[in-house]
């Protein structure tokens, strides 16, 4: 089988899957590694002191400019521009960190700034007043200390605040996000649902039978919030996930095919045709 997509782990052999790094250093080290569109299996947060360039997500361009805040989702396709300037530092952290129990999963997972319910988080900071800098400094602070049975409680909390606290910054610089309501919770739930399954499962109904709730229902919460059938969302999702194989992979279309679930590469190929008005080799080449 031919080469997909690059994922890499969290670092091993840290006490903790937590991190703060230089990001012009690390940058530096490893930029043959960091230019090539790859999944990281952990959350960045990147703090860009100084910089200029385009950074991709999953297709998406990014603006990289002084005094921001960017956040990068667990496993999104990642890709760094070679010419740009990264001088910062960069948060490093992975759901077993974070997720202490159930709540802590809730919270991160329907969180605005990782969220694929809204665009890239992107928060745009004076440097000198910013409550997010003194957060950073003494989470800085912290992880610089010699280790003991206090420090990853004390991490977790930092982190937790310090990714409230964006949340309230993205407020005040005028993001509007979807209200809580029932409809909200059932969507969060099969979108997560989805991410794990959607390349063996692709019916709407079992979908809805694994939430306990009826195709009506799920309909209702998806179509009431983000104006798309349930159908819809999964469709994008194999879409997607089909993009990014062909732009940033090396496999042939039939082992794309069989990836995503599809016994028969020809009913990949109308599938992906019907959704994009390409097929799957014009895509790759055009690209």
Not at 188 to 215: C, H, M, Q, T
Not at 251 to 261: N, V
């Amino acid at each position: 089988m031919q080469e997909t997509i690059k994922k890499y782990q969290f670092r091993e052999g840290l006490k903790l899957e937590f991190e703060i790094l230089d990001l012009n250093q690390t940058f530096e080290a490893k930029k043959e590694m960091m230019v090539v569109p790859h999944r990281a299996q952990f959350y960045h947060i990147l703090w860009i002191e100084k910089g200029e360039g385009t950074h991709y997500i999953d297709f998406n361009p990014v603006g990289i400019e002084d005094n921001t805040l960017l956040f990068v989702p667990l496993n999104a396709v990642n890709k760094y521009d070679a010419n740009c300037t990264y001088l910062g530092k960069a948060i490093l952290f992975t759901d077993s960190f974070f997720c202490k129990n159930k709540e802590d999963l809730q919270f991160l997972h329907a969180s605005i700034l990782y969220s694929d319910l809204y665009g890239v988080a992107k928060i745009k900071l004076d440097r000198k007043s910013s409550d997010l800098r003194l957060l950073f400094d003494a989470m800085q602070k912290e992880y610089g200390r010699k280790s003991d049975s206090a420090q990853y409680a004390i991490l977790h909390n930092m982190l937790h605040i310090f990714l409230l606290q964006a949340e309230r910054e993205m407020r005040l610089q005028g993001f509007t996000e979807l209200k809580p309501s029932t409809n909200l919770d059932c969507l969060v739930l099969f979108k997560d649902l989805l991410e794990g399954r959607f390349r063996e499962e692709k019916s709407v109904n079992k979908y809805a039978s694994e939430l306990s709730i009826s195709e009506k229902q799920l309909n209702k919460a998806c179509t009431s919030l983000l104006d798309k059938t349930p159908k819809q969302i999964i469709d994008e999702r194999i879409v997607l996930e089909a993009k990014r194989l062909l732009v940033h992979g090396h496999q042939s279309i039939k082992e794309i095919a069989y990836e995503l679930g599809y016994d028969e590469p020809t009913n990949f190929i109308k599938y992906f045709r019907k959704h994009t008005n390409t097929t799957p080799c014009e895509f790759r080449e055009n690209y």
